[in-house]
T-cell receptor, first 112, second 111 residues
Framework: DTGVSQNPRHKITKRGQNVTFRCDPI?????LYWYRQTLGQGPEFLTY????????KSRLLSDRFSAERPKGSFSTLEIQRTEQGDSAMYLC??????????FGSGTRLTVV | AQSVTQLDSQVPVFEEAPVELRCNYS??????LFWYVQYPNQGLQLLLK??????LVKGINGFEAEFNKSQTSFHLRKPSVHISDTAEYFC?????????FGTGTRLTIIP
């Protein structure tokens, strides 16, 4: 399968715990994006990487959120001290820069 | 900054009837336009996109959309829907890198 892979698919965590999600993009795609989607809403941009460089971060990305893409391959999104408002679907997408975005199946986070 | 408005949050349609899902955008520069479909608990699947060229774009599953620059619209159409088209549909625009999405339209097919 050469699509975008996200793990885990589901994560339930207690408020205050840290969580980390992983995204493996399509190998030849140099751009990688993270989006957050809450119930009944469209996805909202969080951040994106070109290769290993993080080029833009949304104001939605508070100090508790951090994303990395070491060596320009897979990416991780970490949320520290989770809050109930962090409950959402976290989507990863990759792109060659020519408008060919491909999305993964997402990680659904539930903070209890 | 760009924005996307999907005028209908829910659209019920009888099976085999035609459907149009409306999308309007706002941007001060030229944009790329996209329609995505999302099935329950899944990611987004690209239906079609407009980057340049012909304003009538054909996509997967029998969908098509027409870019209208003067009306800043990119409405999605299908001449005859099936039960399997039941899903959430998102219109999105891209200026340079990131996509900006609308709030989505839930398409429900009535048997």
């Amino acid at each position: 399968d050469t699509g975008v892979s996200q793990n885990p698919r589901h994560k339930i965590t207690k408020r205050g715990q840290n969580v980390t999600f992983r995204c493996d993009p399509i190998s030849e795609h140099n751009r990688l994006y993270w989006y957050r989607q809450t119930l009944g809403q469209g996805p909202e941009f969080l951040t994106y990487f070109q290769n290993e460089a993080q080029l833009e971060k949304s104001r939605l990305l508070s100090d508790r959120f951090s994303a990395e893409r070491p060596k320009g391959s897979f990416s991780t999104l970490e949320i520290q001290r989770t809050e109930q408002g962090d409950s959402a679907m976290y989507l990863c997408a990759s792109d060659t820069g020519a408008g060919c975005y491909t999305f993964g199946s997402g990680t659904r986070l539930t903070v209890v | 900054a760009q924005s996307v408005t999907q005028l209908d949050s829910q659209v019920p349609v009888f099976e085999e009837a035609p459907v149009e899902l409306r999308c309007n955008y706002s941007s001060s520069v030229s944009v790329y336009l996209f329609w995505y479909v999302q099935y329950p608990n899944q990611g987004l699947q690209l239906l079609l996109k407009y980057l340049s060229g012909s304003t009538l774009v054909k996509g997967i599953n029998g969908f098509e959309a027409e870019f209208n620059k003067s009306q800043t619209s990119f409405h999605l159409r299908k001449p005859s829907v099936h039960i399997s088209d039941t899903a959430e549909y998102f219109c999105a625009v891209s200026v340079v890198e990131k996509l900006t999405f609308g709030t989505g339209t839930r398409l429900t097919i009535i048997p």
